[in-house]
T-cell receptor, first 108, second 113 residues
Framework: GIQVEQSPPDLILQEGANSTLRCNFSDSVNNLQWFHQNPWGQLINLFYIPSGTKQNGRLSATTVATERYSLLYISSSQTTDSGVYFCAVMQAGTALIFGKGTTLSVSS | ETGVTQSPTHLIKTRGQQVTLRCSSQSGHNTVSWYQQALGQGPQFIFQYYREEENGRGNFPPRFSGLQFPNYSSELNVNALELDDSALYLC????????????FGSGTRLTVV
């Protein structure tokens, strides 16, 4: 089955810094999403981005489908950005395949 | 509109017992998917229910079973609990199978002792 790899596994930042999270996937996909898991365990959908670039406030994402990777950019990070960021892809139309996540810690 | 609600939030069971977890889908959503998230890992797909029928299943044994009700709420049942079943169980609802608009609940933390 399709493999999803995220890097780095852990990231520690000072408030105000910028960061880039990467997601590589092993096969073509028709659905790619980025999620943020908050400390209470809830997964919050950040972007649906099977290709192209999207921006939402301080967050933006780019997916280059032909090269099988996606990037999540966080600018001017805040302590509330802390948590685990997951990339998830879909092939067969029912199952999201998640990477292992990037754990982000932002300190003030 | 209400989001996805899961109950209970935490649960402790003994190995060999059976457990039922519940999920109420977001208003207007007709599809429910269940995921298991072990500590430090990404969620893994268990199965999906669409119009009260199983509509896809991940690599989980038959002792993991589910139901979807006419109001689109869902249950996840696990029989003969094993220690490795300890995990966060997440429910997600969406409109239609494969739709990108997934809304996740906060999960049920199951501990098997």
């Amino acid at each position: 089955g399709i493999q999803v790899e995220q890097s780095p596994p852990d990231l520690i930042l000072q408030e105000g810094a910028n960061s880039t999270l990467r997601c590589n996937f092993s096969d073509s996909v028709n659905n790619l999403q980025w999620f943020h898991q908050n400390p209470w365990g809830q997964l919050i959908n950040l972007f649906y981005i099977p290709s192209g670039t999207k921006q939402n406030g301080r967050l933006s994402a780019t997916t280059v489908a032909t090269e099988r990777y996606s990037l999540l950019y966080i600018s001017s990070s805040q302590t509330t950005d802390s948590g685990v960021y997951f990339c998830a892809v879909m092939q067969a139309g029912t199952a999201l395949i998640f990477g292992k996540g990037t754990t982000l810690s932002v300190s003030s | 509109e209400t989001g996805v609600t899961q109950s209970p939030t935490h649960l402790i069971k003994t190995r060999g017992q059976q457990v039922t977890l519940r999920c109420s889908s977001q208003s207007g959503h007709n599809t429910v998917s269940w995921y298991q998230q072990a500590l430090g890992q990404g969620p893994q797909f268990i199965f999906q229910y669409y119009r009260e029928e199983e509509n896809g299943r991940g690599n989980f044994p038959p002792r993991f079973s589910g139901l979807q009700f006419p109001n689109y709420s869902s249950e996840l049942n696990v029989n003969a609990l094993e220690l490795d079943d300890s995990a966060l169980y997440l429910c997600a609802s969406s409109v239609g199978a494969g739709n990108y608009g997934y809304t996740f609940g906060s999960g049920t933390r199951l501990t098997v002792v």
